[in-house]
């Protein structure tokens, strides 16, 4: 068997407005919902779970590669919506996106604090 990536889970402070948030920065639709988790589902069959634990969240790293006219429209929807937002993962260049690896690329952060990274080319 082969191997691919199925599914993980989303430390949320609020399950709902984060599914909302990356439904519409990644304009996938609503997906099944069950228990707590509020789930979507990533174009190539990836679900990403979205639940409220009981503790802390820590700060996790998330990147999602997209197409060109995805992250146009993804990167005017952080800038209308003034998030806040840099070219590089050490928040040292505000404002902007990088053009490495071939591509673009920008870093923000989701409303429960994860580092989130949009590119549009693969690192390898």
Known sequence: MTVTFNHTIIASKD??????????LLEVPEAPSWGPFTNIQLPDGVLLQFAEPP?????????????????????RRLCDQGIEHWADP???????????????????????????????????
């Open 90 to 124: 050490q928040m040292r260049r505000p404002g902007e996106t990088n053009n490495e690896h071939g591509g673009r690329g920008v870093y923000f952060k989701d409303p429960a604090g994860h580092a989130i990274e949009l590119i549009t080319r693969p690192y390898l």
């Open 15 to 24: 399950r709902h407005e984060s599914a909302r948030f990356f439904r519409e």
């Open 55 to 75: 503790v802390e969240i820590q700060m996790q790293h998330y990147a999602f590669l997209i197409d060109d006219e995805l992250f146009d429209r993804a990167y």
